[in-house]
């Protein structure tokens, strides 16, 4: 099945840097990626959809200036977490679907911790 | 607007059949998804049925959908303890490239 991959898998960072998240697909071309966070026993909302070589859709209440999507190419897309802060600490998950594919592909997750 | 939801949490012996619900408001739904996710790890797709059938079964797992009443089920015939997990599930709208709303989760816990 399509492989999506996640790096790194956790980061701890000092609260007001930068954390940078890669997102890879790497058994397809992905035409659309979505970035998720779940906060501890609680659901994934989806914070924002990008699709290749355009600005991503955020959703409501999220802060595109705080949480820099870059989906350059069809295999990559990267979450770049600005100015961190201790509530940013979460588990980030991104997901991939091609044109060819019926679902989307998850990768394994990203854990934040902010200090 | 869209909204999914489940009931939080599921005991189970080995070896009996678990069932878990999910309901949905949103009829203009394309397709209902369930997915697992295993402490720490990301999301595993397990199945899903397109809106226009009535059931789906793939070897333990059978997903029934009742449309009227927007209601989804998974049902997982004789639970391993390797089922642990927490089983979400989701719905879309159109193809893979929509976006998915997820329920807010069914813990299941299997004793041995």
């Known amino acids: 099945g399509a492989v999506v991959s996640q790096h790194p898998s956790w980061v701890i960072c000092k609260s007001g840097t930068s954390v940078k998240i890669e997102c890879r697909s790497l058994?397809?071309?992905?035409?659309?990626m979505f970035w998720y966070r779940q906060f501890p026993k609680q659901s994934l909302m989806l914070m924002a959809t990008?699709?290749?070589?355009?600005?991503?859709?955020?959703e409501q209440g999220v802060e595109k200036d705080k949480f820099l999507i870059n989906h350059a190419s069809l295999t990559l897309s990267t979450l770049t977490v600005t100015s961190a802060h201790p509530e940013d600490s979460s588990f980030y998950i991104c997901s991939a679907s091609g044109l060819a594919l019926r679902e989307q592909y998850f990768g394994p997750g990203t854990r934040l911790t902010v200090t | 607007g869209e909204d999914v939801e489940q009931s939080l949490f599921l005991s189970v012996r080995e070896g009996d059949s678990s069932v878990i619900n999910c309901t949905y408001t949103d009829s203009s739904s394309t397709y209902l998804y369930w997915y697992k996710q295993e402490p720490g790890a990301g999301l595993q797709l397990l199945t899903y049925?397109?809106?226009?059938?009535d059931m789906k079964q793939d070897q333990r797992l059978t997903v029934l959908l009742n449309k009227k009443d927007k209601h989804l089920s998974l049902r997982i015939a004789d639970t391993q303890t390797g089922d642990s997990a927490i089983y979400f599930c989701a719905e879309s709208k159109g193809s893979a490239g929509n976006k998915l709303t997820f329920g807010g989760g069914t813990r299941v816990l299997v004793k041995p």
């Open positions: 058994d397809f071309q992905a035409t659309t």
């Open positions: 049925i397109f809106s226009n059938m």
């Open positions: 990008s699709n290749e070589g355009s600005k991503a859709t955020y």
